[in-house]
């Protein structure tokens, strides 16, 4: 059973560019959460989706980011007109249920560079 | 709003000594209290986690203490080794919704 997926694993863009991030949870999860790590600092959560639905999206800037979770295909994470304080690590994570004492599985990361 | 607050930020212990990382939440609802575990270029992995019915959690050389009325928990790696170096996440949550600490940077000298 393959673990959380994420690609690219490394993203480098310009300042205005778009950045997409891709998330593929464990078969059989329908949560998934995104969180942002920026150098030497804990994970800031950014948004719970569940399949077709965004749940709790309060740790996500109000302007250039979105995410979606399609109902066929990965959850997806996109920053537009991206500028340099974007530059962090995305995470991830997904659980099969939102209950309490389920487990999060965190994917190995996007490493967002902006230039 | 910082709602898991982890100290230290940074710890150095020889091999074989006992690493104590603590964390302190403000939330009386929160319901799950995992420990993370992550090694440079990969994400956090779940080492430990304990629900707030218990006091301690003992997994190996792993244990979690958890004190309901403080709101304090904290992690203790026995007999430290150099392959536990890594940053330790702690978090809590209710009904899911997981907030982390900071991290502590963990270094287990030979």
């Known amino acids: 059973n393959a673990g959380v997926m994420q690609n690219p694993r490394h993203l480098v863009r310009r300042r205005g560019q778009e950045a997409r991030l891709r998330c593929s949870p464990m078969?059989?999860?329908?949560?998934v959460y995104w969180y942002r790590q920026l150098p030497e600092e804990g994970l800031k959560f950014m948004v719970y989706?569940?399949?077709?639905?965004?749940?709790?999206e309060s740790g996500m800037p109000k302007e250039r980011f979105s995410a979606e979770f399609p109902k066929e295909g990965p959850s997806i994470l996109r920053i537009q007109q991206v500028v340099r304080g974007d530059s962090a690590a995305y995470f991830c994570?997904?659980?099969?249920?939102?209950?309490?004492?389920?487990?999060?599985?965190f994917g190995p990361g996007t490493r967002l560079l902006v230039l | 709003q910082q709602q898991v607050k982890q100290s230290p930020q940074s710890l150095i212990v020889q091999k074989g000594g006992i690493s104590i990382i603590n964390c302190a939440y403000e939330?009386?609802?929160?319901?799950?209290f995992p420990w993370y575990q992550q090694f440079p270029g990969k994400g956090p992995a779940l080492l430990i986690a304990?629900?707030?019915?218990?006091s301690e959690k003992k997994e190996g050389r792993f244990t979690i203490s958890f004190n309901k009325s403080a709101k304090q928990f904290s992690l203790h790696i026995m007999d430290s080794q150099p392959g536990d170096s890594a940053t330790y996440f702690c978090?809590?949550?209710?009904?899911?919704?997981?907030?982390f600490g900071a991290g502590t940077r963990l270094t287990v000298k030979p």
């Open positions: 978090a809590a949550g209710e009904n899911n919704d997981m907030r």
């Open positions: 994570a997904s659980s099969p249920r939102h209950t309490a004492g389920e487990t999060q599985y």
């Open positions: 304990i629900r707030p019915d218990v």
């Open positions: 078969k059989g999860h329908s949560h």
């Open positions: 939330n009386t609802a929160f319901d799950y």
């Open positions: 989706l569940q399949k077709e639905n965004i749940i709790d």
